[in-house]
């Protein structure tokens, strides 16, 4: 089992950036891959990027790319989210997650381990 924590949402004007952060403790980090999800009020919780155990091979969906990038420390056990450019579309809670299959996929329902969750509001 894994246990995550995510950290770095706050308030930003459109344009800007900010840095989200996913703190796993338990089990071998590196044994996972992860994702990142958002959900914003009244909406369903949507994929927003994902990389294998090895942080080979990145997934993002296409109204972040260019913008967000995904990427991991292993040996901190981090699990880091570069958002740039943002957009107030953006705004919603962030939510880090590990699964312990091979490929890292696009459905909530792929993910065993969610962490709390962190609010990211963009300004217009």
């Known amino acids: 089992q894994v246990q995550l924590v995510e950290s770095g949402g706050g308030l930003v004007q459109a344009g800007g950036s900010l840095r989200l952060f996913c703190a796993a403790s338990?089990?071998?980090?590196?044994?996972?891959?992860m994702g990142w999800f958002r959900q914003a009020p009244g909406k369903e919780r949507e994929f927003v990027a994902a990389?294998?155990?090895?942080?080979?091979?990145?997934y993002s969906v296409d109204s972040v790319k260019g913008r967000f990038t995904i990427s991991r420390d292993n040996a901190k056990k981090t699990l880091y989210l570069q958002m740039n450019s943002l957009k107030p579309e953006d705004t919603a809670v962030y939510y880090c997650a590990a699964t312990s299959t091979v490929a890292a996929g696009r459905l909530p329902g792929d993910y065993d381990f969610w962490g709390q969750g962190t609010q990211v509001t963009v300004s217009s």
């Open positions: 990389i294998t155990w090895g942080g080979g091979t990145t």
């Open positions: 338990g089990r071998t980090f590196s044994s996972y891959a």
